[in-house]
């Protein structure tokens, strides 16, 4: 079992120092799901839920949500992000919206994080924004798909 990183010594938390690290590009993507009634998923995907735009609405917070992960995660890194990006899928028939994002820096850590923050960030504000048409939507789940970069190379999930 690999060493946990973020505990000192004495088994107390710590922020790992990443000081000695080199400076590298570095992307990590990551995917939520969200499972709805097929009519609540065509008015996602038509945008005329009662509260709008759904699909706006989350990309923009999936994205700020990206940009604060350090505040939200407490022993995460301020990294500087180059590129957020949230994508939107809207399966009417399944009754699922799939959101993947896209998280890219230039920096000592990797960018895993700030690419599930705005997964999930996303996810919760779908939820958020139909839970007045549907009380029983669900997030299903939260992965990361891939990350690249650094010492560890690329890793794919499921690869």
Known sequence: MA???HLDD????RMVDVGAKA???RRA???ATVRMAPTTAAAVRDGNAPKGDVIA???IAG???AKRTSELIPLCHGLPLSF?????EVDVEAGIVTLTTDARTSAQTGVEMEALTAASVAALTVYDMVKGIEKGVEIAEVVLLEKSG???GTWRRGG
Request: aromatic share 0%.
């Open 150 to 152: 650094g010492r560890s």
């Open 29 to 31: 993507v990551a995917r």
């Open 10 to 13: 004495e088994g107390r938390a």
């Open 23 to 25: 400076v590298t590009d």
């Open 57 to 59: 609405v989350a990309r």
């Open 3 to 5: 060493e946990l990183t």
């Open 84 to 88: 957020v990006d949230v994508v939107a």
């Open 63 to 65: 994205i700020q949500a």
